[in-house]
């Protein structure tokens, strides 16, 4: 194999830093620390959120695909707060997570383990939505 073989690697291609083309969604991610989080009310855990309104509901609609309901999104801490003390811990955190959400983008504020269970949730919801607009298509 010569190395004439791999692909050139183009710069914009990059991933690591993937541009968030909703102004409103990069606004907020880049001024967190002036933002008060969205709270994402899910089955087993609460998850502070920080994007637009829209990427917000864009992105608990997209969850709710994996569960029966949508998950409630609050603008204020709810009332039994944030059970999780790593969770609690994890705004301080600078290495919080960005999840691209359709043209915008999603920060959460959690613990590893609850952030992953974020992830998985959130795809299994697109991979969902995905199924139903294909059988949509089909049935066209
Ligand atoms: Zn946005
Ligand atoms: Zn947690």
């Not at 994996?66 to 955190?93: M, Q, V, Y």
Request: charge should be negative.
């Amino acid at each position: 194999m010569s190395p004439a073989d791999s692909p050139p690697r183009r710069p914009e291609d990059g991933d690591d830093h993937p541009s968030v083309q909703c102004d409103a969604c990069e606004e907020a991610l880049t001024a967190r620390r002036a933002h008060s989080p969205s709270f994402l009310l899910l089955e087993t855990f609460t998850a502070p959120l920080i994007g637009c309104p829209e990427h917000l509901e864009e992105f608990a609609t997209i969850c709710g695909y994996a569960t029966a309901t949508t998950p409630d999104l609050l603008e204020h801490r709810p009332a039994g707060g944030i059970s999780c003390p790593s969770c609690r811990l994890a705004p301080h955190n600078p290495t919080q997570l960005v999840i691209p959400v359709r043209g915008g983008a999603v920060a959460s504020l959690l613990c590893p383990t609850h952030q992953a269970e974020l992830v998985t949730q959130f795809q299994n919801g697109l991979d969902t939505q995905q199924q139903l607009t294909d059988s949509l298509d089909r049935s066209l």
